[in-house]
Nanobody, 125 residues
Framework: QLTLVESGGGSVQFGGSLRLSCVSP????????VGWFRQAPGREREGISC????????YYSDEMKGRFTISRDKAKKAVYLQMNSLRLEDTAVYYC??????????????????WGQGTQVTVSS
């Protein structure tokens, strides 16, 4: 299992932006797809985005398309989630997770081997 550390969360007003980072000290992160999940209060954790190992393929849930952008920097062993036009309903704890393969096959948690501790995002009006 890899160590994953998220950062970049915080409080932002409606319509604002944040960029989340997911960093691993191990080189292994670069050979796996990485996904972002979130868990809002009282709701189950949901998968929202994923990027393949090489970065050539990405996935977004319908709600995030056009607002969120996932990217990765292999030299920094990092994956980012740029979040724009934030809404109140985006308030959640956001987690990054290492997929068990190089591709984003499914946003099912059972395919993700390692998880970060989460970072809180709060959107206010």
């Amino acid at each position: 299992q890899l160590t994953l550390v998220e950062s970049g969360g915080g409080s932002v007003q409606f319509g604002g932006s944040l960029r989340l980072s997911c960093v691993s000290p191990e080189d292994g992160l670069n050979i796996f797809a990485v996904g972002w999940f979130r868990q809002a209060p009282g709701r189950e954790r949901e998968g929202i985005s994923c990027i393949s190992s090489a970065g050539e393929m990405s996935y977004y849930s319908d709600e995030m398309k056009g607002r969120f952008t996932i990217s990765r920097d292999k030299a920094k062993k990092a994956v980012y989630l740029q979040m724009n036009s934030l809404r109140l309903e985006d308030t959640a704890v956001y987690y990054c997770a290492q997929h068990s393969s190089a591709y984003c096959i499914l946003m099912d948690e059972k395919y993700y081997a390692s998880w970060g501790q989460g970072t809180q995002v709060t959107v206010s009006s």
